[in-house]
């Protein structure tokens, strides 16, 4: 029978042979690979139901150790998770929140105790049933028309904006849904998904190369308030959904909303500076968060609203006191970990903030990030001022040891966006996040795409070792996301995305956020972005 043959990559290159309508998932059996869930094939991310293409290399993705097969788990978890809602509760309604512990936040009507246990025990049986996630290729009016009638209202607005004429809907048992990629093979390969009670509603974990399903939840209760906050405002301003922003832009008040929403940055900025110009002892205002949160604009904005309440105001920047290039810790396959605290030349920025808070002169570093290393020391001296430090490490208090407690108020600010696809998918703010780096760092520090791609994963990781650890010991959290941003990076990121080829390492990246992006009409005139926005320290001025 006619077949052909594969190489596995996974463990080195072995070739397998196989025979005709032999599927992916079937060739990871016969190896003897567990624990994945779809797999890389010529630079693309496919599902295990797939055939394999002769001669191609493959690689089985586990989602403990690949970004993209976790996000295929958490789609097929998700779907796990509404099947049973529907088959348990069917007059009730499962609404996807937002990203939160490590896992997905999920709010259902009348939840009562015990309903979440109930969930688990409903998932438990349909993943020891292993039934199969059937893919459909439908027009687009047929899968809007299932839709309306299974009650997924938001998916189907979505659908008119929609640049193709077809769309995928997967079957699972008697529902249909989709969750905007492949999906896993069945809900046999779902083994990890667990549902907890949270709050007032349900936290879904899955596996992930950063965080395991089995890590017990950590309350947050900062970080949960704030996402309600931004959804008490999402509502308020009728946009909780891609297709709610485009419907904005296409009847012209998208203009208004820009605003609104910038005031709400301003007003929360100036609530901020009054909190800190009442405590008199506070010296020194440590603004801390992941990757491309706007720190940097957010520290200039925070000491004019504190200029404004009599308060000097002198920042420093924390990025400034990186050691040089050739300095920097290296992590065990040899790359540099610019995301570890010892990056950082933490001995000289306590030395520095010794002298300026004793009213002596400091000699401030500058570090030229396009060179790799430190360019130059400019004098300082300050009297009374308040020092704005801002970086991914200002909530470690490794980062000023030697400072007292009572001197310093902690901020951490971060992109937690609750606009959503629809009402089952979110928009995870780490791809907002990663869209803000790819368009700065292109602009800024001369990095083309695949350079910013190739470190992301890197990045990631330091932040939940180095950085979210700390996210619930500030002060106060502020919400860096502007619901309208995705129209103005796809501006700035679609054709660079698209110039990455399937030979390119990080082309599966590059896809996955191109067919996030193509949700998302685009506003070209960005000069309806004020000049002081957060969005403006990426898109530039």
Known sequence: MQGGHIVVLNGGQKEVAYEEGTRLWQLAEQAGIKDVVCALMNGRIVSLADEPEPGAEVRFLSPRDSEEASRVFLRG??????????????????????????GLYCEMTDLQPGDAALLQRRMDELIAADEDFVLFKLPVEKARKIMLEEGLASKAALLEYRP?????????????????GIMPKSSGYLKGARVHPYDDGLILTYP???????????????????????????????????????????????EEFINVNEALHERTIAEIAQTIASQPRVRIVLVAGPSSSGKTTFASRLAVHLKVLGKRCQPISVDDYYRDREDIPRMPDGKPDFECIEALDTEKLSEDLNLLL????????????????????VPLRIRDDILIIEGIHGLNNALTAGVDDAYKFRIFISPLTTLNIDSHSVVIPEDMRLL????RDKRTRGYSFAQTLAIWNSVRRGEYKYILPYQENADVMFNSTLL??????????????????PDMENYPEALGLLKFLNYFLTLDDDSL????????EFIGR
């Open 77 to 102: 978890a998700t779907f796990l998770l509404y099947r049973a809602a529907r088959e348990l509760f069917p007059e009730r309604t499962l609404i996807v929140e937002h990203m939160l512990c490590g």
């Open 164 to 180: 193709f004429s077809f769309y995928r809907l997967y079957a699972f048992g008697p529902y249909h849904n989709y969750f905007h």
């Open 208 to 254: 992930t190369p950063y965080i395991e399903a089995c890590t017990p939840i950590i309350h947050q209760p900062k970080y949960g308030r704030v996402f309600r906050q931004a959804e008490k405002w999402a509502s308020i301003l009728g946009v909780s959904y891609v297709a709610d922003l485009n419907n904005l832009l296409r009847n012209g008040g998208i």
């Open 358 to 377: 004793s009213g002596e002169e400091a000699r401030i570093p500058r570090f030229d990030f396009i060179e790799g290393r430190r360019c130059g020391l």
């Open 436 to 439: 803000r780096r790819l368009v």
């Open 484 to 501: 309208y941003e995705g129209l103005i990076l796809k501006k700035y990121a679609y054709s660079e995305l698209k110039s990455i080829t």
């Open 529 to 536: 972005v004020p000049r002081q926005s957060i969005l403006r």
